[in-house]
């Protein structure tokens, strides 16, 4: 299993408590979690299923590849962190 963890900045519009989820890539991972709390779809993946641009997901401390597909293997015990991206300048 792996564990999720959402930043608390998104937890201020939806509920993403922690949690262990089964899933082989980042899509299994995610999808797994939506089952629980749907609404959090709809701030992480635009209406294609890909990630959004705004958004930026980490497994196991490195950021994904696949913005599209979210093929990105996860192995048990990983750690995956979904966080909104930070720009500025």
């Avoid at 993403?16 to 082989?24: A, H, N, Q, S, T």
Wanted: hydrophobic share 40%.
């Amino acid at each position: 299993m792996a564990r999720v963890v959402f930043t608390a900045n998104l937890q201020r519009h939806v509920r993403l408590p922690e949690r262990e989820v089964d899933g082989g890539t980042v899509r299994e991972v995610l999808e797994a979690v939506f089952r629980a709390e749907p609404s959090a779809r709809g701030y992480v993946l635009d209406e294609q299923g890909a990630l959004r641009r705004h958004m930026v997901v980490f497994v196991g401390g490195a950021q994904v590849r696949d913005r599209i597909t979210l093929g990105d293997p996860v192995e048990s015990g990983t750690e995956v962190c979904v966080m909104q991206a930070l720009s500025g300048g």
